[in-house]
């Protein structure tokens, strides 16, 4: 009777504690729900070669345990190191980070933006800012694209149907194209709008034409992109390329003969060197090859242009006791009247005060030059070589010979330093002899490519200090044209350099 009397006393007051939980839940309910998880703010930006940045996002009234997703709404999941969604687990109330991995794909593009925001809510909603924008800066330098050969008058057919112009990547990494601006200085401009990347490889040409019809373009049979809406004046115009944003990568300013070339009916203007100022009309010349029903050009390919006046095939340097001793030859040369020698871009001696600086004039014979520095005193210094045709144009080579003297015995010695030499002969079938100089000794790569950038090439080769070193490369399985090479070793990546197979 005692228990069943607690029992019965007890149970009004166990029903009344469940009704008032009952009666309370909507509200325990409403107050877990009411926590809000949300950016700190709207928006941020980073470098494209920073590497890397993060988000941070923060929980409002936190009352122990959170979830939701951060995902990539808007924007190139690639540009992130293919991030698309990271769930954040709130276990405090101290704000998150969402971890961010920068693709640095190489390329010009301009400033990128990504929009980020929430999804799959545990114990919370959405606050505000419910986005975040994140705007990703291309900070590369400016890509180094020239504009080498036009072509404004065609003669095999009308201009309408045959104008085109050629740019060439003289940089060392990919560049993208597509939504660059072209225009000239009063109303022409055009978008180039590939419907997708449009990439200029290193060392590789684009030629864009008003025509990609073989047929009827005057022969031209790859055209990279065809646009319309721009034309080529045939007295005095301009080419000006401009990034997506407008930040102008190259122009040319032709003048109907007064220092550019004389307008040629059916020929081309070229760039006779890819080192010089395109917008100096003496850099330029006329093309003399023809191409598909007559005209002449060499549209997409390397003709006149860059086809500099002496081939150089060694350039190096070593010490002796009363300086530094440069010694270089040439493959050939045509009207070359002397040399120029630079130490840091400074003029050490020119042809005109020595003798031995003096060109051969025409020659397809080797031909050696020697000359000592005596000014050289101890440090390190960079080498460099100019020529000069009779005309008084001057061409810069890009073959270097760094040198680092110290004081032995009473005189100078001088390191060797990483170096790839041209090979030869070039044009070459179907061999031809690479020569280069390790630091140290080790193994060296050799790699070749042809101008899509795909690897038809690689050697790998333990090399002695010094200049010794040399790969052969045998081409009887390859086409004929352009290819590229590439020298690396531990801590040493050279430049590319070209050669040409002609079969």
């Not at 993060?54 to 999941?77: A, K, P, R, Y």
Request: proline letters at 3%; a negative charge.
């Amino acid at each position: 009777m005692e228990v069943y009397m607690k029992n019965k006393l007890l149970y009004p007051k166990t029903l009344f504690l469940g009704l008032m939980l009952l009666c309370f839940m909507p509200l325990l309910s409403f107050d877990v729900f009411a926590q809000t998880i949300q950016f700190t703010s709207t928006s941020g930006s980073v470098n494209e070669t920073d590497g890397s940045t993060s988000i941070e996002v923060s929980i409002t009234g936190f009352s122990g345990f959170h979830i939701c997703d951060v995902i990539l709404q808007n924007g190139n999941s690639a540009d992130i190191n293919g991030f698309t969604t990271q769930t954040l687990f709130f276990l405090n109330p101290n704000p998150q980070t969402v971890p961010i991995t920068i693709t640095d794909d190489l390329l010009e593009e301009g400033a990128e933006n990504l929009v980020f925001g929430f999804t799959n809510f545990t114990n919370a909603t959405a606050g505000t800012p419910s986005q975040f924008t994140l705007t990703i800066n291309d900070d590369e330098p400016n890509p180094d694209v020239i504009i080498t050969e036009i072509m404004q008058n065609p003669n095999a057919v009308l201009d309408n149907d045959g104008e085109w112009f050629e740019i060439y990547n003289n940089g060392s990494t990919d560049v993208d194209i597509n939504g660059w601006i072209v225009k000239d200085n009063d109303s022409d401009s055009i978008v180039i709008n590939n419907g997708g990347t449009l990439t200029v490889n290193p060392g590789n040409f684009a030629v864009l034409s008003n025509n990609a019809d073989g047929g009827t373009n005057g022969g031209i049979t790859v055209v990279d992109y065809e646009y319309s809406g721009f034309t080529l004046a045939n007295t005095v115009d301009e080419i000006v390329l401009t990034t997506s944003g407008e930040t102008e990568i190259d122009r040319v300013e032709y003048d109907n003969g007064v220092t550019f070339p004389s307008v040629a009916n059916g020929a081309s203007m070229i760039l006779l060197n890819f080192t010089l100022d395109n917008n100096v009309g003496a850099n330029w010349g006329t093309s003399t090859e023809a191409y598909g029903l007559g005209d002449f050009g060499t549209p997409g390919s390397l003709g006149g242009e860059a086809a500099l006046p002496v081939e150089l095939f060694s350039f190096k340097g070593s010490a002796k006791a009363n300086g530094v001793q440069l010694n270089w030859t040439t493959a050939s040369e045509t009207d070359n009247a002397g040399f120029t020698l630079l130490r840091n871009g400074v003029e050490v001696a020119n042809f005109n005060n020595t003798n031995a600086l003096k060109g051969q004039g025409t020659t397809s014979s080797h031909t050696r030059y020697s000359y000592v520095d005596q000014s050289a005193t101890l440090g390190s210094y960079v080498y460099t070589l100019r020529s000069e045709d009779y005309s008084g144009l001057i061409h810069d080579y890009n073959m270097t010979v760094t040198v680092e003297v110290t004081e032995l015995d009473g005189g100078v010695s001088v390191e060797p330093s990483y170096a790839l030499d041209q090979n030869y002969p070039n044009p070459f079938n179907p061999s031809t002899t690479i020569k280069y100089t390790m630091k140290e000794a080790g193994e060296a790569t050799l790699k070749v490519y042809d101008v899509l950038g795909r690897q038809v090439f690689e050697q790998t080769k333990v090399s002695v200090k010094g200049d010794n070193n040399s790969i052969n490369f045998n081409a009887s399985g390859l086409t004929s044209g352009m290819y590229f090479y590439q020298m690396t070793t531990e801590g040493f990546t050279s430049q590319m350099k070209r050669m040409i197979l002609v079969k």
